[in-house]
């Protein structure tokens, strides 16, 4: 069983930065497949970053839509994931998820086991 908390949401104005963790409460972190979605009201889940786990390295993954302004990152050792967001936009606002996977991902929501019950970030302009 997996547990994910996310923190790190907020207020922030357009072109500001914000970065978001999740903490995970499980016995080993480092083998697990993490990501992050975002869902705004009204529309579908959309895929934000995602790492990917392999014996061999593992991947690393980014929406179109955030490609050259977020940086997903990982801290084993604090069984934490992270989202660096720079370069915010009015349409990053959105509840943002982290989940994890037992195996490999990439960009869908079906790959993933666990999901944590999301933070709020909003962008004004």
């Known amino acids: 069983q997996v547990q994910l908390v996310e923190s790190g949401g907020g207020s922030v104005q357009a072109g500001g930065s914000l970065r978001l963790s999740c903490t995970a409460s499980?016995?080993?972190?480092?083998?697990?497949?993490m990501g992050w979605f975002r869902q705004a009201p009204g529309k579908e889940r959309e895929f934000v970053a995602a790492?990917?786990?392999?014996?061999?390295?593992?991947?690393?993954y980014y929406g179109d839509s955030v490609k050259g302004r977020f940086i997903i990152s990982r801290d084993n050792t604090k069984k934490t994931l992270y989202l660096q967001m720079n370069v915010l936009k009015p349409e990053d606002t959105a509840v943002y998820y982290c989940?994890?996977?037992?195996?490999?991902?990439?960009?869908?929501?079906?790959?993933?086991?666990?999901w944590g019950q999301g933070t709020q970030v909003t962008v004004s302009s």
């Open positions: 989940a994890a996977s037992m195996g490999i991902v990439t960009g869908s929501g079906r790959d993933y086991d666990y």
């Open positions: 790492l990917s786990w392999s014996w061999s390295g593992g991947s690393t």
């Open positions: 499980v016995r080993v972190f480092s083998t697990l497949s």
